[in-house]
T-cell receptor
Framework: GEDVEQSLFLSVREGDSSVINCTYTDSSSTYLYWYKQEPGAGLQLLTYIFSNMDMKQDQRLTVLLNKKDKHLSLRIADTQTGDSAIYFC????????????FGSGTRLLVRP | DARVTQTPRDKVTEMGQEVTMRCQPILGHNTVFWYRQTMMQGLELLAYFRNRAPLDDSGMPKDRFSAEMPDATLATLKIQPSEPRDSAVYFCASARDSPYNEQFFGPGTRLTVL
């Protein structure tokens, strides 16, 4: 994931908001995604945003996209212990719409 | 509900042995991906197929790895001979044609090469 970067770790208290950040380098990105990986499981799509949008809200999740700065964030409101997992940012590009470029993942730990 | 299945879930083998991992994509999905996940390298795309044809295997060490789709319901990833550095979790994912290209991941095969 050298073209998609994320911080490695985030720790929050239960009930607080979590914000996970991601930067990408390719301006031809068409869709950007957040995937969640729980221990011992595969990745699961949480949400996605098309590159011509700047915000998407889905229940407790808010995705913000700043195309100028190539910055994507995922905000989880009222974070629960069940949200503890690894969160991957990913992008697809115009030249290869089937392939996802993943970041290295941010491990979110929610403390009771 | 429809899921990607992978077998085996865990495999322990000795260096030099052949390893075959299998994946059954979701019925109707026409794109299949193989990924490898390690602590050091993170998630790496090894290869992917569209309509059973290999599209890109540039992420795969060619001398020992091979990936095939003998039919639309089965994808295989083979390592021969295996080495300790191949120890990782190998994920298969499948997708169907859609504007946003959601990939559905299997539970993974945890491979340990001694």
């Amino acid at each position: 994931g050298e073209d998609v970067e994320q911080s490695l770790f985030l720790s929050v208290r239960e009930g607080d908001s979590s914000v996970i950040n991601c930067t990408y380098t390719d301006s031809s990105s068409t869709y950007l995604y957040w995937y969640k990986q729980e221990p011992g499981a595969g990745l699961q799509l949480l949400t996605y945003i098309f590159s011509n949008m700047d915000m998407k809200q889905d229940q407790r999740l808010t995705v913000l996209l700043n195309k100028k700065d190539k910055h994507l964030s995922l905000r989880i409101a009222d974070t629960q212990t069940g949200d503890s997992a690894i969160y991957f940012c990913a992008e697809t590009r115009m030249d290869s719409s089937y392939k996802l470029i993943f970041g290295s993942g941010t491990r979110l730990l929610v403390r009771p | 509900d429809a899921r990607v299945t992978q077998t085996p879930r865990d495999k322990v083998t000795e260096m030099g042995q052949e390893v075959t991992m299998r994946c059954q994509p979701i019925l109707g999905h026409n794109t299949v991906f193989w990924y490898r996940q390690t602590m050091m390298q993170g998630l790496e795309l090894l290869a992917y197929f569209r309509n059973r044809a290999p599209l890109d295997d540039s992420g795969m060490p060619k001398d020992r790895f091979s990936a095939e789709m003998p039919d639309a319901t089965l994808a295989t990833l083979k390592i021969q001979p295996s080495e300790p550095r191949d120890s990782a979790v190998y994920f298969c994912a499948s997708a169907r044609d859609s504007p946003y290209n959601e990939q559905f991941f299997g539970p993974g095969t945890r491979l340990t090469v001694l």
